[in-house]
């Protein structure tokens, strides 16, 4: 697929450059060197890794112990699973990193606006969601 440029230049996107066209963003992102390439491929890089934080959360949440009036001794025996758990969120922020210098520093306001508004819709909505069954579960069990 090839676009005449400004200058009546043959762009496309399968070349070493490519016109800041949806076209081409839209196939890979990292074609381009624009603000709205570097803005979407931050939504995709924040999206994946909030996606896996919300996996690794309601892992370490299935695997934690249940504690209760009936049981006075702690013993986890999930606690090398939530240890390793726990040492795979720091995934996240080297994926955000990891694609802040894949993209330099040219478009780096672009990329960290798309990875923290997609990581916050995505993450934000387990997060609200835990909190208020967390606050209910202790209201309820606190009453009595």
Known sequence: MAFRGLHGFEWS???????????????????????????????????????????????????????????????????PWRRTLRYLLWLVPTAWLAGAWWLGGAFMICYARGVAISATILFGTLLVIAIVTAANQIGRRSVR
């Open 13 to 79: 996107c399968t070349g070493r450059t490519a016109i800041p066209h949806s076209d081409c963003i839209a196939l890979n992102p990292l074609t381009t060197l624009t603000c709205e390439a570097a803005n979407l491929f931050g939504w995709q890089v924040g999206g994946a890794t909030a996606a896996l934080a919300d996996v690794l959360l309601l892992m370490r949440i299935l695997l934690a112990p249940a504690l209760g009036p009936t049981r006075l001794v702690y013993t986890d025996r999930f606690l």
